[in-house]
Structure formats: C-alpha cells, structure tokens
C-alpha cells in the first residue's frame, strides 16, 4: 500500500496550512497562523524569538508552548516543532487533544510515515477519545502502510461516519479509502456525505440562467444577501420559461447546474429528470427506424425510484445508468455534453481513473472550452496517487484555462501552487496568481484566509 503512504506529506508540505488539520475542528490551523503572524504586527520569525524568550521565563505556559509548535510545522520545522509540543504534552499530562498534535508532528517529521512512536500517542488518544478525528485518520494510515488494507479502510469507515462534507480532509479521507478498497476488491460501506453546495456567485450563476451585462454590473454593486436574491431570481425566471418550453433540453441544463450550486439537490435531480426525459425522447427518435430498444439513461421514473432505495441499491442503480451512458458514447463518440455527465458521474462515484478518460474525451471534442479544461485538470489531480505532486498535465491544463478565462479561480490556486513547490521555485509567479486570486475572493472568507496564509508563506526563508 506504499501509494498510501505519501498521503500525509501532501498536507505537511503544502496544504496543511490552507485546510487545517483533522484534530483542530475548532480551531484550524489557519486560524492559529494568524494568531502567530499577528503577534504585534511581527513576522512569524520575530514571533517565535519573542515567544521563546516568554516561555524561558514562563516554561509551564502551555499555551505558548501549543503556539509555538503551531508555528514550526507551519515553517516546516518538524523536529523543533515536535520538541515544542512535547514540552505541552509533559505539562498537561497526557491530554488527548495535546497527543494527538505531538503524534501528528512525529509523523511530518517522518515525512509521512506513522512511526511507532506515533501510533502509540494515537492509540492512547484513541482510548481517551473514540472519535478523535486525528486518530482515526492516522491509526489507519499506520495499517495501510503496514500492508494491512482490511484494517485501515474499517478505521477510516469510522471516521467518514463521524466525517461532515465540508470537512478539510474529507477529499484526503475519500482518496485513500477508495485506494484500500481498491486493493481489497470492494465498496467502502460508508463515506462522508457530499460537501454542501458554496454560496452561490455572481460569476458561478451566469453559467446558468444567463444573466444579461446589465444584470451582471448591478450585481457587483450589491451587497452578498441582496447578491444572493438577484440570483435566485433569475433561476426562478428561468424555471417559469421552462414550464412554457418544457422541450429545451439546455435550458434544464443550466437550471439542474444552478440548483446544484444553490444546493437545493431536490430541485436538480427534478431538473435531471427532464433531461433525462428529452435524451431519451431524442434518443428513441432517432433510434425508431432501426430498432425499438429503450433509449439509454434513466427515466423520470427511474431517477425517483434511485432516490428511494437504500444507499447500497442507490448506487447499485446509479452504476447501472451510468454504464448505460458509457455504451451510448461508444456509438456517439462526439456527444461532448455526454462525456461531461459521464466524467461527473464518474466522480461522484469515486472511480476517478474513469472520470479522467471521460474527461479527456470532452477536453479533446471542445480544447478551447475553459469549463471543460478546467473539469479535465482536476480529473488528472484526482486520479493521482494520494499525496503525489500535482501531475504535470493538470498543471498545463490549468495553465490553458488562465489563457481563456484569466480569473479562473481553480487554475489561479493550482498554478500557484504547482510554482510554489516546483524543483526551483517561481514566487514571484506563484505570488502574481495567489494575489489575482486573492482580489476574486470575498475578504475575511475561510477561502481569503487561506491564499493569504500560502502568501504569507511564499515570504518565509526556505
């Protein structure tokens, strides 16, 4: 299970600092971060000096202590980091919360390896607190990487139970459980519910309903809640012309894609229902003169059935529709919105190696659509091992979305990113995408935080 090992470095030498850990729901490390950087108007540097002179003079200080290796790790200075939080753990004698930050830090300095030093703080952590989010994660890292898949996807099934959608290693979590179940043959039994839809935007509700220019300058001067209500009156106006037009299989498109990112899921899959209603219409039309099967994809029928059945027989009958819609595209290889539908669908599912082909099949029907560049590169970052650098080819495609849409904000973070953490290192151009990404971003948000953190970090000595 060596693939799986590589996971944890991906938060440590990375994201740690933008997403935060599984053991401080409470208090993610971005927030810790700035507390750090804040400390009257200091580099993170002169923080730490002023910090260590306080607790020479205050060693029992265990916030301070917290604090400090807080701010190691985020500097990458695993070991100091790990001597610091030692000296919390021996003041608080042995509080779960304390363990299980010392044992992740053992395990960034091991570069992602659970060593046995770890895993005893997480055990003990464990028996303190079952549903410790930081145990559970890395108790079953430690099987995976011990080759013991049966035993490391059965903890992580505990942990996606205890797991909510908007969780910041919820993607981590789904990744490498797929991988052991994977290696087992079989379907995790429970994964963590879907994050929920983001509050929807200006610029995400356009790909929708089509609002006009005007309406689009009238937005930005708009306060987020009058924002919010502009826009939800614009899918609403284009719900009442489908009712007129019930045929314009487009039109349903766009609604299904607003509700989505509304999160109003009922209202998309009615919307889903009628396209699959006009697909197969068309289908069966198209078909009637050479043969009288039913035409691919689910009925309305069907689709409210799927949403009665338990979740095993959910996905059951999900697959079967989607393999329906992979046959079809073999006779119709050039149904570009066809390919988009299976490589979501794929997602959903967690067969990512399937949604980067169906994926790669829209990017070459439609190369200079960006919305379909954009999908295939995050296809190619999700199909990657656990933890592996971001592929190359993700990163060229994110590189051809910013030469079509320039304020792209997936390929502006995952450009930066990819030029912050090359061989040889471009700042300044990681530094130019964060900041543009940065002005697109509502200040104050967890998303403004966090590319304000990676900047901050782009400034730290290597």
Do not use: C
Not at 259 to 275: D, M, N, S
Not at 298 to 308: G, S
Not at 420 to 428: F, L, N, R, Y
């Amino acid at each position: 299970m060596g693939s799986l090992g590589l996971a944890v470095p991906a938060i440590a030498l990375g994201l740690y600092a933008a997403l935060g850990s599984p053991h401080l729901p409470s208090k993610p490390f971005s927030e810790a971060q700035r507390e750090a950087v804040e400390l009257q108007g200091q580099t993170i540097e002169a923080a730490i000096t002023g910090l260590k002179e306080r607790l020479a003079k205050q060693p029992r200080d265990t916030e301070g202590w917290l604090l400090l290796g807080r701010s190691y790790i985020f500097l990458q200075r695993f070991t100091d980091a790990v001597t610091a939080l030692k000296q919390a753990a021996a003041i608080e004698g042995g509080k779960p919360e304390i363990n299980a930050m010392l044992a992740e830090a053992l395990v960034f300095e091991a570069q992602g390896q659970v060593t046995p030093d770890a895993r005893a703080l997480f055990e003990s952590v464990r028996e303190k607190d079952p549903k410790n989010t930081a145990a559970l994660y890395y108790l079953g890292m430690a099987d995976a990487q011990s080759g013991k898949p049966k035993e490391a996807l059965a903890t992580w099934e505990e942990l996606a139970a205890i797991t909510p959608g908007d969780a910041p290693w919820r993607d981590d979590l789904v990744n490498v459980m797929k991988q052991a179940a994977g290696e087992l043959g079989v379907e995790p039994k429970v994964l963590p519910p879907l994050p929920s839809a983001p509050p929807v935007t200006a610029e995400a509700a356009e790909s929708a309903p089509g609002p006009s220019a005007e309406d689009m300058e009238a937005a930005a001067d708009m306060s987020p809640e009058d924002r919010q209500a502009m826009i939800r009156g614009m899918v609403e106006r284009l719900a009442g012309k489908l009712k007129e037009n019930p045929d314009d299989l487009a039109g349903w498109q766009r609604l299904a894609n607003a509700y989505r990112v509304l999160g109003e899921e009922a209202k998309a899959k009615e919307a889903e229902a009628e396209i699959a209603r006009l697909e197969a219409k068309g289908a069966s039309g198209a078909a009637a003169s050479s043969a009288g099967a039913p035409a691919p994809g689910p009925t309305e029928e069907e689709m409210k059935a799927a949403a009665e059945l338990p979740a095993e027989e959910q996905t059951a009958m999900i697959r079967t529709m989607v393999e329906g819609l992979a046959k079809r595209l073999e006779s119709s290889p050039d149904d570009l919105e066809g390919w988009k539908r299976l490589g979501l669908s794929y997602r959903v599912l967690g067969e990512m190696d399937k949604a980067r082909h169906a994926f790669e099949r829209a990017a070459a029907l439609a190369p200079k659509d960006a919305a379909v560049l954009a999908d295939y590169a995050r296809a190619l970052l999700d199909a990657a091992p656990a933890g592996a650098p971001i592929p190359p080819a993700s990163v060229e495609n994110y590189r051809q979305v910013l030469t079509l849409d320039p304020n792209n904000m997936d390929a502006l973070w995952f450009v930066g990113y990819a030029e912050a953490t090359a061989a040889t290192p471009d700042k300044d151009a990681a530094r130019g995408h964060w900041q543009k990404l940065l002005g697109l971003l509502k200040p104050g948000s967890d998303s403004y935080i966090s590319v304000e953190n990676a900047l901050k970090a782009l400034d730290q000595p290597s």
